[in-house]
């Protein structure tokens, strides 16, 4: 029996929730409410981050075992840097301690970590865990988990267009040549499909900045369980619920 059968033990617990054979490939996630979850249980903040690192765990574990290749999550934007300092300290550290303590495990399942946005900004010690984390898990065949990081939808796209418009003043790039997988291919996901699937939690209906050139035909789901709440079962709903829709792309349904 396949690892991916749906008789699996990876999918007892979610049986008939989804279709394992017709995933996404490619699940972002805008992370959402882990302050109104800690602050739902009289908690500071920071504790609400720290369950939504465990998430992250289990979500990350759930894709490898369902066979998603990649997920993309949004962990810090550029807009975040406007939160107390204190909070954006916590979570750099936060980010630190989860690289560290999970890089063991991350490498025996085989998971690859990639970044998008600009972690030129972030702290030092921050940026060193990611190379070593990123260069050790080089090899990996399973996942791709790519962090989004001091990410915004906006800088990104201007980045590319720097590059590009940087090729047409060197005259390597004739204006005329500018196309959708030339700007693509300048962005930080250069190389990597465009989600399928779009989950936002904590109800929040809004991108908030996240992906805007990729996101142009994902289906969109959004679902009011906080970040730290959301688990194996409530992202098989959302699966399932994904494949519920029908994809056009501007066609007519198949
Ligand atoms: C998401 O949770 C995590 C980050 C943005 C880093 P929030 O911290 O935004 O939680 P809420 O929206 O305040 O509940
Ligand atoms: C989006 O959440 C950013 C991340 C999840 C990292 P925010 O909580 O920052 O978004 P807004 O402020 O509610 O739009
Ligand atoms: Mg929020």
Redesign the pocket.
């Known amino acids: 029996m396949s690892e991916n059968s749906p008789s699996s033990e990876y999918f007892s617990d979610v049986a008939g929730l989804f279709n394992p054979e017709s995933l996404p490939e490619h699940v972002a996630i805008?992370?959402?409410g882990n302050?109104r979850w800690a602050q739902n249980r009289g908690k500071q903040r920071v504790e609400g981050h720290k369950a939504g690192a465990d998430t992250m765990r289990t979500i990350l574990k759930a894709c490898g075992q369902w066979g998603i290749k990649y997920l993309t999550v949004?962990?810090?934007?550029t807009?975040?840097w406007k939160r107390p300092q204190a909070e954006v300290d916590a979570l750099m550290l936060l980010l630190e301690t989860y690289l560290q303590s999970e890089a063991d495990e991350l490498e025996r399942e085989g998971v690859r970590l990639a970044t998008i946005g600009d972690i030129s900004k972030l702290p030092r010690r921050t940026r060193d865990s990611l190379a070593s984390v990123k260069a050790r898990l080089n090899n990996g065949t399973g996942v791709t988990l790519t962090l989004?990081l001091n990410?915004g939808g906006r800088d990104e796209i201007i980045r590319a267009v720097r590059s590009l418009a940087g090729a047409v003043l060197s005259g390597e790039l004739a204006v005329v040549d500018i196309s959708e997988e030339l700007l693509a291919g300048k962005l930080d996901t250069a190389g990597v499909p465009d989600p399928d699937l779009l989950i936002r939690t904590?109800g929040?209906m809004?991108l908030?900045?996240?992906m805007l050139w990729q996101v142009s035909y994902s289906e969109f789901y959004s679902t009011a369980v906080c970040w730290p709440d959301f688990d194996r079962r409530e992202f098989a709903l959302a699966l399932g619920e994904y494949q519920k829709r029908t994809r056009k792309f501007g066609d007519l349904a198949k």
């Open positions: 805008i992370m959402d302050g949004y962990a810090f934007s807009e975040n989004a990410y904590a929040e809004r908030s900045n996240f």
